[in-house]
């Protein structure tokens, strides 16, 4: 099912900072304490200095997410495994610019199987690169530390970055998320700078479990109300959950 394009903040724990052993269970509880979007973040050991999952991990998560399944890939090259992560039953399929020669190609393969797409940029990669891929892109994600692990400290110097991306945005259905970082003080500057996808790890999962869930939801509503607070439009500030949900 697909939902209409809206603007409005939207919360999405990266279940790398939950339990590895019960991946279900935890995208069960944060769905359960309030989250929009479930993020997966996919890492092969080459492109990042990490290695997490792979499809067959997304796959299995698959039933386990009611709402959006919004993967986040860290590997190259990408393209000799995008058909299994398509057939993971991912809705959002981000790739990463730096991640090899052909991001373009990359795109449209990631469309053509039926997921929106994502592209990625590093903190040292500029915004230049997105322009010409503007028509070809549903969300941009602009790394706030370097991709490759939780629980680092939020890069202030790429907020410039959202800020020109949201000019360039302009009235386009194309989402612009913020990952690495965000917790309470920090995700009112990344809405103030234009993000509407707010990823967090470690601020949402500590503290908690899937059989103790109540601090993920007091911890997702904390970013929800600083991030809505931060908001330059107080008149998109509604927040309902869900959003283009599962295909
Ligand atoms: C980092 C990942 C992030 C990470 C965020 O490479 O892409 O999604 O899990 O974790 P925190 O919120 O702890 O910085
Ligand atoms: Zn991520």
Redesign the pocket.
């Known amino acids: 099912m697909t939902r209409p394009f809206d603007r409005s903040l939207k919360i999405a724990p990266?279940i790398?900072?939950g339990d590895f052993a019960d991946f279900g269970a935890e995208c069960r509880a944060v769905e359960g304490q309030g989250a929009d979007w479930v993020?997966v973040?996919v890492m092969d050991g080459h492109f990042?200095p990490n290695i997490t999952f792979g499809p067959a991990m997304c796959k299995a998560l698959r039933p386990h997410v009611s709402g959006v399944m919004d993967v986040?890939l860290?590997i190259a090259p990408v393209d000799p495994l995008l058909d299994a992560f398509l057939e993971s039953g991912a809705d959002i399929l981000t790739a990463h610019v730096e991640a090899g020669p052909h991001i373009h190609r990359t795109l449209q393969s990631i469309r053509a199987g039926g997921a929106k797409a994502g592209l990625a940029l590093n903190p040292g990669t500029p915004v230049e690169a997105v322009a010409p891929l503007l028509e070809d892109i549903d969300l941009i994600l602009v790394m706030t530390?370097n991709?490759?692990?939780?629980?680092?400290r939020f890069l202030h110097t790429q907020l410039e970055k959202v800020r020109t991306l949201r000019a360039m945005i302009g009235d386009r259905p194309i989402h612009l998320e913020v990952?690495?970082?965000?917790d309470a003080r920090t995700a009112p500057l990344a809405t103030a700078a234009g993000a509407d996808i707010l990823?967090?790890?470690?601020?949402i999962f500590h503290g908690g479990s899937a059989s103790a869930p109540s601090a993920y939801g007091r911890q997702i509503e904390a970013i929800r109300a600083s991030g809505t607070a931060g908001m330059p439009d107080t008149s998109v500030q509604a927040s309902p959950q869900g959003e283009e949900s599962s295909r």
């Open positions: 990266s790398l900072a993020h973040d990042v986040h860290m530390v991709p490759g692990f939780g629980g680092q990952d690495g970082g965000i990823v967090a790890g470690s601020a």
